[in-house]
């Protein structure tokens, strides 16, 4: 009971610090636009988004990655460290302290460079890594353009034509930190891992870009603000993902978005899967497979190290908001939201309206990274061969299928509903076939991937012996348990 | 200048000008180095100290050398020198995960060699012992097989059960994993009050956790595709390398000792022996798996009919003396003080006695000159051959398939290097 009480303490605390940062972001954003420049909000939106809320959800993230694989364990997770203030001193305050002593540890740790190094290129490898994965943000929009002041504020640092190509692009940057890190450290655990690195992240790039090229055709941009879309009003209909499929008539607006994920459920898929073998994470964590080949990061110590790490989960942060923005309708609500906008009160008060619908976007985040933890502590490692089938026999041609359907498609009917009405038939199918096949296991990203893939005829029966019966349930039947 | 326009015969093919030298080039594979790492003596993958020097082409293992000895510790030769009760401490340390198996072997051999029958509820004893700790064997390795998969969760629901089982473990022989429980002639101690109750209980709990560890591994794609055709051995060659055991049984050869010669009570119990067929990683996991299932279903009927009686044969030559005795007679006295200062006088001869340990056959050659010390004891740890073979298992294959190869198989550094 006390842990469930503690849980939903944890979550009112995380909605409500979202929140107040939200309109903290807003209201300094209209402040400085106010007394300094024109488009001086952009440069604090810098700052609160990609220094507050990315650097402060990956650093909390290291440990709710850890309370939480407790949970998944059946263990507590860490509770040891605690502060030695007055009120303070017996708490374990759900393992916070614990991420102080992590960076005091690696900030002292000895900096430790191999001999036979290429020192140049062995520093280089962690900054190469980390600073992409930081920059990747500034196309998402992570909240609504309002009012504050009297002047314009948007919640996003760049709005380049180029929108989701810059990301495909800085995202692509990253490989070079994980392949000079292995290359660079002279060792040969090391130098697999970092082959692995680069083999993986390159061919999964095809796959990462492939799938958002029928989200691209739906929305007819590659903008994300565009792909997220601008609510309708009594005279417009919203465009984006703003937009509704099917809705009710009525002042409070019921229906059914236009959400990527219902548009492009493959390219959904495909994106997760891909994404996810970029931030090489378990099941994809075959460049650091720690029990294999130890990681292209082996040589790294002290705060080297955490760059690495810290970049694994800010990567992330950064995914979970883009997938967000892409699929999950950014930072609308799924009904409801013409009826919000359309108050009163969220008309004066600009910065309150954008707080809450930033709220929804990052509950939406923090949704996704849930998900992400969730596969990662629950699934086995691929290996290197499978990993490369996967992204090039799969994902590949089911990238590429369902770009000609979409488009084919959205040709046919430019309303979206014929799409949307595809994307929920995949969905059910996807589901009728996971739950057919009767492995449970097999949620998530590329759990689907699979299913679509059918399976093939596992020829594992065992003989048919006296023990037979007993002993082992045959491969792919129900268990044939007899005691 | 005739001579200088002569054509002079190439002496030597010269890729750049000859014709035919293009074409074998163009054939001519991209020239790659092999890669020799050490995986180990210290490696998250080595259970135990053992190198495996690996030759790499690629990520594909060309040539593997394991290499062992990084935990030997003369245990033949310690346990000339000193009784054989003495030898039971030493015995513990042969598999660390089942100390008990090999208390209970070793003792039986000698029993053998005397030519002694224990008690029947010290047999029972010896059974619940054993299967407890073929529990604790196979969930360390089931376990580890999930966790170098980086499946980290099946592994705790793993030691979740197996630190249950290390609970009662130490409750009956006071310790939760060098127990040294047993000796000649019986068992040391009786099970405690109201344990029977908790191991019931431990056990229920364990069932689930073995469910849950099947749910999240049996089924699961990932780690299907990992291990179902890997690691494969024959049954034939399996048979020719020595195998025992799981491993053995993964093959679909029907070979357990319980089974085939049954020794303690073993038949009088209903249990199932779990065979595979295609002898990958897949089936051995299975055949752990359900072994596991077994060894709870032994238990349960172990405890249930568990007789009443002594728990040591009543041979002052053989068992110490009750305490009474010996503080207040003079026979117990010196009964006592000759056990303890010569050792159990075994007769002369030799023996080879095996039992089903958790990984397979564990035998004892043991030789007595016929003083109070072995003469000669010599293991054959199940765990030896099955590393042996690795390289011809592996050879050819990828470098991550090593990983659940090695977990499965289950090989222990102490019974392997003694």
């Known amino acids: 009971m006390s842990r469930v009480l503690t849980i939903l303490t944890a979550c009112v605390t995380i909605v409500v610090t979202i929140f107040g940062v939200a309109a903290a972001a807003y209201a300094v954003g209209g402040l400085v ?47 040891r460290a605690r502060i030695n203030l007055p009120g303070l001193k017996n708490r374990a305050l759900g393992g916070l302290p614990h991420i102080l002593t992590d960076v005091l540890k690696m900030l002292t740790k000895e900096d430790l460079i191999p001999g036979t190094a290429n020192r140049f290129l062995f520093n280089l490898g962690p900054i190469l890594a980390f600073a992409p994965v930081f920059a990747l943000f500034a196309v998402v929009p992570a909240g609504p353009t309002v009012n504050v002041f009297g002047h314009q504020v948007d919640m996003v640092v760049a709005t380049p034509d180029f929108g989701m190509l810059y990301v495909l692009a800085i995202a692509s940057l990253a490989v070079y930190g994980t392949a000079l890190a292995g290359w660079a450290s002279n060792n040969k655990f090391a130098l697999l891992g970092g082959v692995r690195a680069t083999s993986q992240m390159i061919s999964y790039e095809v796959a990462l870009g492939l799938s958002l090229v029928g989200l691209f055709l739906a929305f007819s941009s590659v903008q994300l603000p565009t792909i997220v879309g601008e609510l309708g009003s009594a005279v417009a209909s919203g465009t984006g993902q703003a937009q509704y499929l099917w809705r009710t008539d009525g002042a409070f607006d019921l ?24 931030t090489k994470r378990a099941p994809f964590d075959l460049p650091e497979g720690e029990s294999e080949i130890i990681g292209y990061f082996v040589e790294y110590s002290g705060m080297k190290f955490g760059l690495f790490m810290i970049s694994e989960f800010v990567e992330v942060v950064v995914l979970a908001g883009v997938t967000t923005a892409l699929f999950l309708g950014g930072h609308h609500l799924p009904f409801g939201g013409e009826w919000l906008a359309s108050q009163p009160l969220m008309q004066e008060q600009g910065w309150l309206y954008g707080a809450i619908l930033g709220t929804v976007f990052w509950l939406k985040v923090v949704f996704l990274i849930w998900v992400q933890l969730l596969i990662r502590w629950t699934f086995p490692r691929f290996r290197y061969d499978q990993i490369q089938s996967l992204g090039w026999k799969i994902l590949l041609p089911m990238g590429l299928v369902n770009v000609f359907v979409s488009g084919a498609l959205v040709l046919w009917d ?60 045959a491969h792919g039947a129900a268990p044939a348990s007899t005691h | ?79 000339e020198n000193v009784t054989w009760t003495q030898c039971l401490p030493y015995t513990d340390r042969l598999n660390y995960l089942s100390a008990m198996m090999n208390n209970f072997g070793f003792l039986n051999a000698v029993e053998k060699l005397i030519g002694l029958e224990i008690p029947e509820r010290a047999q029972y004893i010896r059974v619940i012992g054993s299967e407890i700790h073929r529990l604790t064997d196979h969930l360390t390795c089931v376990g580890a097989t999930g966790l170098e998969l980086g499946g980290f969760a099946p592994f705790l629901f793993a030691m979740e059960f197996r630190e249950l089982l290390h609970d009662r473990t130490a409750e009956l022989t006071g310790a939760r994993l060098t127990t040294s429980f047993g000796r000649v002639g019986g068992i040391n101690r009786d099970l405690p009050e109201g344990w029977i109750q908790k191991v019931h209980k431990s056990l229920d709990r364990g069932m689930e956790l073995i469910d849950e560890m099947d749910g999240l591994l049996t089924r699961n794609r990932i780690f299907v595709d990992r291990t179902k055709g890997t690691g494969v051995i024959s049954a034939e060659d399996a048979i020719d390398f020595g195998y025992t055991g799981p491993a053995l049984r993964a093959c679909g050869v029907n070979y357990d000792i319980r089974k085939a010669k049954p020794y303690w009570v073993y038949d009088r119990f209903d249990f199932k022996v779990p065979v595979g067929e295609h002898g990958d990683n897949y089936d051995r996991y299975l055949v752990r798996l359900e072994e596991m299932r077994q060894s709870i279903h032994i238990l349960r009927q172990a405890m249930d009919t568990i007789p009443a009686g002594p728990i040591i044969v009543d041979d002052w030559r053989i068992a110490l003396p009750p305490k009474p005795e010996v503080y207040g007679t003079i026979e117990g006295v010196m009964s006592h003080f000759k056990l303890v200062m010569e050792g159990i006088q075994v007769p002369a001869g030799e023996v080879y006695d095996s039992t089903e340990a958790s990984n397979g056959e564990l035998g004892w050659y043991i030789v007595s000159d016929g003083s109070g010390r072995p003469y000669k004891v010599h293991v054959r740890a199940p765990g030896f051959p099955v590393l042996a073979a690795v390289p011809h298992i592996i050879e050819g294959k990828m470098l991550a398939d090593l990983i659940p190869t090695f977990d499965t198989i289950n090989m222990i550094g102490g019974e392997v290097e003694q």
Not at chain 1, 420 to 435: C, H, K, R, S
């Open chain 1, 33 to 79: 636009e106010e007394h300094g420049f024109a488009g001086a909000s952009r440069l604090t939106n810098i700052l609160f988004l990609i220094l507050v809320f990315v650097m402060i959800i990956a650093t909390l993230l290291t440990m709710a990655e850890r309370k939480w694989s407790a949970y998944i364990q059946d263990r507590v997770g860490p509770n």
């Open chain 1, 255 to 278: 229906g059914l978005p236009a959400w990527g994920i219902l548009l492009q459920p493959l390219g959904f898929l495909g994106f997760f899967a891909a994404s996810f073998a970029e």
């Open chain 1, 414 to 473: 430019p309303s979206l509903r014929a799409l949307a009405i595809v994307g929920m038939l995949e969905i059910a199918f996807i589901m009728v076939l996971t739950m057919t096949t009767k492995e449970p296991a097999e949620g998530g990203a590329h759990g689907g991937a699979h299913g679509a893939h059918g399976h093939d005829d596992h020829g594992h029966g065992l003989p048919a012996g006296a023990h037979a019966a007993h002993g082992l349930p």
């Open chain 2, 1 to 79: 200048m005739a001579d200088h326009a002569k054509p002079h015969a190439p002496e030597t093919p010269n890729p750049d000008t000859d014709a035919y030298a293009h074409e074998s080039e163009l054939e001519a594979h991209l020239q790659t180095k092999r890669m020799v790492i050490n995986m180990g003596p210290s490696h998250p993958a080595t259970h135990g100290t053992v190198r495996l020097k690996v030759e790499l082409e690629g990520e594909t293992i060309v040539k593997i050398d394991p290499e062992i000895g990084f935990l030997h510790r003369g245990f033949q030769k310690s346990c």
